[in-house]
């Protein structure tokens, strides 16, 4: 108890809270995050939407927002469509919040064949003209720097197939710093819990709102499969 | 140990609370050792807590990341910070009690816990994630790190057989950050026979600001058949004992991330056997036994880290916003880069924990012999993946085994005798595969080997022989540790399950780790039809898509056991997948590698046997990570025991498992559940073109 006592009598001694310690502020959606990397990563690049608006890559599109970012070329008959439609599903899902507080862009890799035009042109086709995701094109030297600035993987096969990227979804928030990516081809429940993983932060209200939720569910589900079983 | 800096970082009202807890610790851990003999005298650094300063939530300076990645790490002198031991986790009297149900709102949601009123658990933990710093060597300044209780490693929970526990882990992640980890949390006791929604499954993540009570029965698997067993009434098999265990976050696609941030620790469980004690009781096997003093947990980890900054007073470990865990050039052993530790002439047991993140370690001790240094000398395993071996295994340059595997995650309990050194000499734990040919990066110009042959980049820690024991030697190891209980069966009739890896090119790793069903004529057109059936672009939704948390790809029956076949067509020289099995231990019997080597299958023809290890033979030993490298086949035999609900089979290198090379698979309770999961399992595939999975006479 003696030591105890001891360590007692410099508590009061110390400054209340170190100054340099401050907690970082809460983020604003709207501004970018202090720590964002900004277009020293994202790069200020020009390009242009299928709208044939010119924009900047990271002043006008990704500061301060959260964003879905993926690859694709207009004449592309793999994987392309596909990962288009699930995108437009994703979209469907989180509709309420796109073009307000979520964007989603599509990149081409293929920018000397898809013009706007050509942007356009699929985005009609594949039912995905809506607002808040617009398709993107460009330099070709610009696109490959950000193709490799956001998309490297660190693995040969992947980073130097400019078509293997197309599984790829970035998402990224640049008012709370998050950057993940996920497979669009990963089923829906995962790649919506990827997304949300880059939402801005909930308040403790809201989180226990939403494990109160998530409880009933799970009872819900105990009552039919004995367990939790599909959440 | 040096009394010294106890105040020079900034103190919160916090930190000190956390002291004063830790000032108790020592003096109780100073009490045990007493009752155990002259302890204090050997007693190397007890505690990290001093070091490991935490602060109160939200008040630890966030890191600035340094871009892009520096070619090296800082360089620091080898051989200069004491071994920490990671500090003893205190039990404590929760607020609110531990309910069966979950204590919403405050508690993660989760199912009720399974053999509660069975296993009241008797003891309780507070395990908070939250922010800190952390020294890792001492020319560096201290680095942002997420840890349980804001240190690196987390406090060790002592336990024994018999005595359920609950660890409350408790989420103060920061609210926001400039980390690559995420501040969610679900916490896998790796690996406990534990029940599902205590598991910490990747899927049952909870934020910020709840807790979530897991629930550690403690008792050995086989509760079901075996009921209380003599001598000491403990439920379940006592063949099933397992000792060193590790508890470490297991967040669904942010695994990696967030133990590189340091959110692991140690977990030990004593029995009869292996009591934390080393004086002769029934029973006993009388390994060194003192926590901290002769029985020594090794949490091996790797880091790279950003030039020192002395104006914020940090050194940040090196993160990536986006990316993976970084390759890596420091090897840290409890949380410090090259330490020493002062040991006396008899035998030590040292646990070593791969905790990752992403390469297998490769270890051989090596010390002076007679007038030759740099010899390679003796260790002993004793235990692998916290199971006891049934004949220990010497790795040393004599006994035809000179080098000790660790792939990460797994664990392998050694026995070193530091009675064939000399006071004075110094021995030193080097690993051989890494980085090869001259390992972590140390300072440039290179300091001098220690010996030659051994570059000192090669060198995790050192071990310095300061004098004969002063709490007497334990006896010889015995030759026969323990019973291994029976080989599971496999079910007649029923085939191999088959796990397995491919690379298809242009696809995540993730999309390549899929069951499938070997037949009895097992032949390269049958695998190649199994693999490529799952066609991840005209099938994105269902079984055999790519992970979903909500959804599993195999059923089983508890109380039932099945033979699994681990595959990895991945060319040799390509990734070694440890290979983590969730709630139970399985026992190799074979592993194959194909001598014709080709990434679309292997003939049975082409299959030759490769000899098995005495820590992975399952004659010898049981595992829960299976070390698979590229073109093996292993072949396992495991059985469900205890509990149901929802399980993993991962690769445990992070970086893949949070790339989702991960699948769910399921314990169900009854015949009627299994047959209609497994008809689901099946009508899903044959719906998608894909072949069934399960046999008609394998429906239940």
């Not at chain 1, 006592?5 to 110390?14: N, S």
């Not at chain 2, 009394?3 to 851990?29: G, P, Q, Y």
């Not at chain 2, 989760?110 to 933990?125: A, G, V």
């Not at chain 2, 595997?405 to 064939?420: G, K, N």
Request: proline residues 8%.
């Amino acid at each position: 108890m003696k030591r105890r006592g001891f360590l007692k009598k410099f508590r009061g001694d110390q400054p209340a809270e170190p100054s340099a310690a401050k907690p970082l502020r809460a983020p604003v959606q709207g501004v970018p995050h202090v720590g964002s990397p900004g277009p020293r990563l994202f790069t200020n690049a020009r390009l242009r939407t299928h709208e044939n608006k010119e924009v900047r890559f990271y002043d006008d599109l990704i500061a301060g927002k959260q964003v879905l970012i993926n690859l694709m070329y207009a004449t592309c008959e793999g994987a392309c469509p596909l990962i288009t439609s699930r995108l437009v599903k994703v979209y469907d899902a989180l509709k309420d919040r796109m073009g307000k507080d979520l964007f989603m862009y599509s990149i081409t890799v293929k920018p000397e064949d898809d013009d706007p035009a050509a942007l356009m042109h699929y985005a009609h086709m594949h039912g995905a003209l809506k607002p808040g995701w617009t398709f993107l094109t460009g330099d070709p030297y610009d696109i490959e720097t950000i193709r490799y600035r956001l998309f490297a993987m660190d693995h040969i096969a992947i980073d130097t197939n400019i078509y293997g990227h197309t599984s790829f979804l970035k998402i990224i928030n640049d008012a709370t710093n998050h950057s993940l990516h996920v497979d669009p081809q990963a089923s829906l429940t995962t790649v919506l819990w990827k997304i949300s993983m880059a939402n801005p932060p909930m308040t403790q209200e809201q989180i226990f709102e939403e494990n109160k939720k998530l409880q009933e569910r799970i009872d819900k589900e105990r009552r039919i499969y004995g367990y939790r079983m599909t959440i | 140990m040096p009394r010294k800096k106890v105040k020079e970082n900034k103190e919160s009202e916090h930190s000190k609370d956390l002291k004063m807890r830790a000032t108790i610790t020592r003096r109780e851990v100073l009490k045990m050792g007493a009752a155990a003999g002259a302890v204090t005298i050997l007693s190397p650094t007890i505690l990290t807590s001093r070091k490991s300063t935490a602060y109160a939530q939200g008040t630890v300076e966030e890191p600035i990341l340094c871009t892009p990645q520096p070619a090296t790490s800082p360089a620091h002198v080898p051989f200069v910070d004491d071994l920490p031991i990671p500090s003893i986790a205190i039990p404590t009297i929760l607020n609110p009690q531990p309910t069966k149900n979950a204590n919403t709102p405050l508690e993660a949601a989760r199912d009720p816990h399974q053999r509660w009123e069975e296993f009241n658990p008797s003891i309780q933990y507070l395990l908070t994630a939250k922010a800190g710093t952390h020294r890792f060597h001492r020319d560096y300044l201290p680095s942002y790190i997420w840890g349980f209780n804001g240190q690196y490693p987390g406090p060790t929970i002592l336990n024994a057989y018999g005595v359920p526990s609950l660890v409350r882990f408790k989420n103060d992640l920061p609210a926001t950050t400039l980390s690559f980890g995420k501040n969610q949390t679900t916490v896998h006791l790796h690996n406990g026979h534990t029940a599902s929604e205590s598991d910490g499954f990747a899927g049952d993540l909870f934020n910020r600001g709840l807790f979530k009570d897991n629930h550690y029965v403690n008792a050995y698997a086989g509760i079901d058949e075996f009921g209380s067993q003599p001598p000491l009434g403990v439920k379940g098999d006592p063949r099933e004992a397992m000792y060193t265990f590790w508890y470490h976050d297991h967040l669904l696609a942010e695994t990696a991330n967030n133990n590189y941030l340091g959110m692991n620790g140690v977990y030990l469980m004593y029995d009869h056997k292996s009591p934390p004690w080393e004086f002769s009781t029934p029973g006993s096997l009388r390994l060194p036994g003192i926590y901290g003093v002769t029985d020594i947990p090794l949490l091996l980890g790797i880091r790279r880290f950003c030039p020192h900054d002395p104006a914020r007073n940090r050194t940040e470990m090196f993160q990536q916003i986006g990316s993976a865990a970084p390759a890596s050039d420091k090897w840290v052993v409890n949380g410090k880069i090259q330490p020493k530790l002062s040991v006396r002439r008899r035998k030590y047991r040292f646990r070593m924990i791969n905790s990752g993140v992403t390469l297998p370690w490769d270890l051989s001790l090596h010390g002076p012999e007679g007038s030759v240094s740099g010899q390679q000398r003796r260790m002993t395993i004793v235990a692998v993946d916290g199971n006891l071996l049934r004949t220990p295994a010497d790795v040393s340059a004599t006994s035809g085994f000179t080098r000790m595997d660790i792939p990460v995650a797994s664990r392998t309990d050694v026995i070193i005798d530091f009675s064939m050194f000399s006071v004075g000499q110094s021995a030193y734990l080097v690993e051989n595969t890494q980085n090869p040919p001259v390992g972590q990066f140390v300072a440039t110009p290179t300091p001098a080997d220690p010996a030659p042959g051994i570059p000192i980049g090669r060198v995790l820690m050192r071990f310095d022989i300061i004098g004969n024991a002063t709490i007497p030697d334990t006896p010889a190891i015995p030759s026969t540790l323990t019973d291994l209980p029976p080989m599971p069966a496999a079910a007649p009739g029923v085939d191999p399950f088959e796990w397995g890896f491919r690379f298809i090119p242009g696809q995540p790793d993730g999309n390549s780790f899929r069951i499938s069903h070997s037949t009895t004529t097992d032949d390269n057109t049958q695998h190649t039809n199994s693999f490529f059936a799952f066609d991840p672009v005209t099938h994105p939704e269902g079984t055999g898509g790519p992970f979903d948390p909500g959804r599993a790809d195999h059923v089983v029956l508890k109380g039932t056991s099945e033979e699994w076949v681990i595959r990895n067509d991945t060319l040799a020289g390509g990734w070694l997948h440890p290979v983590h099995i969730h709630l139970e231990e399985g026992r190799i019997l074979e592993r194959t590698v194909c001598n014709t080597p080709s990434a679309t299958g292997c003939l049975d023809a082409n299959r030759v046997n490769v000899p098995l290890l005495p820590w992975e033979d399952g004659n010898n030993s049981r595992r829960d990570v299976y070390s698979v490298p590229g073109q093996h086949n292993l072949r396992i035999r495991i059985k469900f025991r205890d509990f149901k609900g929802r399980y993993l089979i991962h690769c445990h290198n992070m970086n893949h498992e949070d790339a989702f090379m991960m699948v769910r698979w399921d314990v169900v309770e009854t015949m009627a559940e299994l047959r209609q999961r497994r008809e689901q399992i099946n009508e899903e595939r044959v719906a998608r073109g894909d072949t069934p999975l399960y046999r008609k006479e394998e429906l239940g």
